[in-house]
Each structure stands twice: as structure tokens, then as C-alpha cells.
């Protein structure tokens, strides 16, 4: 008597169209216990179903995440009709600046939406929650490397970007226990790349690196190819709960600028501001060192030995720093 094989995996995954997304579908693809992946499209299907468009397993579907009729509507509908049977929740806004009601609905609203619906839907037995190690809290005070347990930054002055993902964290860690669904939650740390709204991709993008006087902190990278891996792992496994996703690269932050061929300059930190947001005048770049400066003065490095042991999951792709641009001059 054999053992029963698990089922086939049929993945509804939102933020599809970000360099993630695109190559999570790729890899998703890339085993063939993967029967359907339905892609969620914010305003168009065209640069899904071009990306795909050899391949039948691949779905796409408009629906605007903030409207909870487009949510039920796709849920109830497409998501049914391919008896999907696990949801990725990773539809964010990538911008540091973007503000406001609109930016709080797809941020957050869409995630405790999609999380009630999933608890009614018949066939989703899985939810996986994209979320970020920007949720901790990096003050200096408690640990340098990071586990699922430390504190999360719920400074009410924290900017919107921030208190958006913590909040989306917690909407999905709570009904852990509750819910019906296998729920995982995957904080990755820093997403290393091209309009993935990596804050410290933008901060390499200059000749002239500015960073504190005194502090040399540890910095934690995580490359796409890495993330993709780790959370093809998670929608494909059965296990519940709070996942750190570090990256292979963890270096002093005088290294990484170094590593890119940058120059540097260490000022007092009181400089820092005005002149970083000089620069974000000049260059239109989008690092911001008021979001930062934990960052800049504090270790956060993730202990990922729970994704090892329940995931699978090691980080084994290193940063091509060569890849980061200057801005034109």
C-alpha cells in the first residue's frame, strides 16, 4: 500500500506583476505537482498572459484589491472555478511615499478581507502572508539577531509604510489557531533588487554614500531567486506560524557600500536628514533616512532556523552588486 500523494497544488497569488510575483510563477511552474496558478491584476491581464502565454497553467484575472465586490467576485468566481487551493497574499504598495486611505485599503483592508472570505471559500485550505522584517523593531536595545518572538515596531509616529505592514502582519498572526486555514506568515528580509522597493537598492544608486559616524551596522539582503524559493516552499508545505526569510548576504553596512564600488562619508546623524532629503530633491531617488535610521545605527539580522527547520529553507544567492545603477547625471 503506498502512501497518498499530497494534492495538486492550485495557487491563487496576488502582486503576480512585481518582479517577485513573476518569478514565484516561474518557479511555481517549474514542478509539475503545479496544476494552476491564478494570477490577481490590479488594471490589466496583458503583462501576465504575455509573460505566460505558453503556458495553460497559468491564469490571469483583473480584480482591484481594495474593492471587497472584486475581491468576492474573484474569490467565488475564477478562484472556485479552478478549485484553488492555496492563496498568496502579496499584493503591497512598494513605494515608501505612498500615503493615505487608498494606499491603507490595498495595505491592509485587502489582507483581512481575504483572509475572512478564505475562511468561507471551499477549497482554500492554505493563506501564506508576504510580510517583511521591517515589521521588528531595531532600537538598539534588545537583540542584534532578530527571532519570530522580538518586539514589532508599533511607534504610532512610525510612517505609514511601515505601520501599514505591521498591522497586515498582525491581522493574519491572530487568527492563527482561529481560522480554519494553515496560515503562515514570511517576514523577508531586505528584497535586494529593481523596483521591489528595496530602500537600500536606492541608497547604492549614488556615487557618495552617506552613513552615521560611529555605527557600522550589520545589513541583511535577500535576493529574488532566494525569496521565490522560500515561498514556493511555503505554499507547497502544511506548516503554520511566523517564518524569518533572511538573505545570504549579511555584511557591515561600510562593506556594502564598498561591495557596490561606492565612496563614503560618515557624518554626525543630525546631518543625515537634511542632506538625504536633499538628495531625494536632486536625484528623485526614494531612500528616506527618517524611515532608515534604526536601520542605519542598529543591527536586525533574521534568525531563519525556523524556516530551515519547517520550511526547508536555507538563503543560498548571493547579491550581484554590479547590478545596481547611478542615477543619469
Not at 287 to 295: A, G, L, T
Amino acid at each position: 500500500m503506498t502512501d497518498a500523494q499530497p494534492p495538486a497544488l492550485r495557487v491563487l497569488v496576488t502582486g503576480a506583476s512585481t518582479p517577485l510575483g513573476r518569478a514565484l510563477v516561474t518557479r511555481l511552474l517549474q514542478s509539475p505537482d503545479t496544476a494552476m496558478v491564478l494570477c490577481a491584476c490590479a488594471s490589466s491581464e496583458d503583462d501576465i498572459t504575455q509573460a505566460f502565454r505558453d503556458e495553460p497553467r497559468v491564469r490571469a484575472v483583473r480584480c482591484d484589491l481594495r474593492r471587497e465586490r472584486d475581491v468576492r467576485s474573484m474569490l467565488f468566481g475564477p478562484a472556485r472555478a479552478h478549485k484553488i487551493n492555496v492563496l498568496l497574499d502579496g499584493a503591497r504598495h512598494r513605494s515608501i511615499d505612498a500615503e493615505g486611505p487608498r494606499v491603507r485599503a490595498l495595505n491592509v483592508e485587502a489582507t483581512r478581507e481575504l483572509l475572512h472570505l478564505c475562511e468561507r471559500h471551499e477549497s482554500i485550505e492554505r493563506y501564506v502572508l508576504l510580510s517583511s522584517a521591517a515589521v521588528y523593531r531595531a532600537d538598539g536595545q534588545s537583540a542584534d539577531v532578530v527571532e519570530e518572538e522580538h518586539p514589532l515596531d508599533f511607534r504610532a509616529d512610525a510612517p505609514q509604510w511601515r505601520r501599514d505592514r505591521v498591522e497586515a502582519d498582525v491581522s493574519a498572526c491572530v487568527r492563527m489557531g482561529m481560522s480554519r486555514l494553515r496560515i503562515a506568515v514570511l517576514r523577508l528580509a531586505e528584497l535586494f533588487d529593481e523596483d521591489c522597493g528595496s530602500q537600500f537598492w536606492d541608497y547604492l544608486r549614488t556615487r557618495v554614500c552617506l552613513r552615521p559616524m560611529g555605527f557600522d551596522p550589520m545589513i541583511e539582503l535577500l535576493t529574488v531567486d532566494d525569496a521565490a524559493r522560500a515561498i514556493a516552499r511555503a505554499l507547497r508545505g502544511s506548516a503554520q506560524g511566523i517564518f524569518n526569510v533572511p538573505g545570504a548576504d549579511v555584511l557591515p553596512l561600510s562593506k556594502l557600500i564598498e561591495r557596490a564600488g561606492r565612496d563614503e562619508v560618515a557624518l554626525p546623524g543630525p546631518l543625515l536628514a537634511p542632506l538625504y532629503a536633499l538628495r531625494r530633491r536632486v536625484t528623485r531617488l526614494a531612500f528616506r533616512y527618517d524611515v532608515n535610521r534604526e536601520r542605519l545605527h542598529n543591527n536586525c539580522v533574521l534568525d531563519g532556523r525556523r524556516a530551515k527547520a519547517e520550511l526547508g529553507y536555507e538563503p543560498v544567492t548571493r547579491v550581484d552588486f554590479g547590478r545596481v545603477p547611478l542615477p543619469i547625471e
